[in-house]
């Protein structure tokens, strides 16, 4: 059994990123869309120009802090589960994540945004578990596996839900 990662959250998180479970680099590194192909750290940095720059493990806790001060933060459905690789398709006896705490860590969060689809299969176990009211949006995955969809087209959807909630 894998466990995934801690949520990076604060007091100020108005949208939180649900993905589903950390790849096999992201756990090795124990940082989120740590693989260098994943474009997820590319669009925010696209989104906000005076970010930091790159994907390099030491200046994971600087990325962390600066999408925190942007009113961002990050999370995986699963905290668990049995996988080989890294593909969502792989996925075994998977656990969730225990959403209810989110009201008490995130008294501010207005919506979630899940980073493809095997996330958003769970929208609605989520949405009984958090505050009512939430707002729910499903993004295309920043995952190299989603070649069907452009890093511009992916940014310019990902650039819509953080327009929407006044992230831009």
Known sequence: ??????PVVSSRTRLLILGSFPGAASLAAQQYYGHPQNHFWKILQAIWPDGPVGARDDSYQKRSKWLLAKGLGVWDVYAACERE????????????????????????????AHNGAESFRHARAVAGLVSPGIAFHRLPSTSPANASWSFDRKLAAWREVFEKHRLV
């Open 1 to 6: 059994m894998l466990t995934g990662l801690a």
């Open 85 to 112: 690789g890294s593909l969502d398709s792989r996925i075994r006896r998977p656990e969730l994540n225990d959403f209810s705490a989110l009201a008490g860590l995130c008294p501010t969060l207005e919506a979630i």
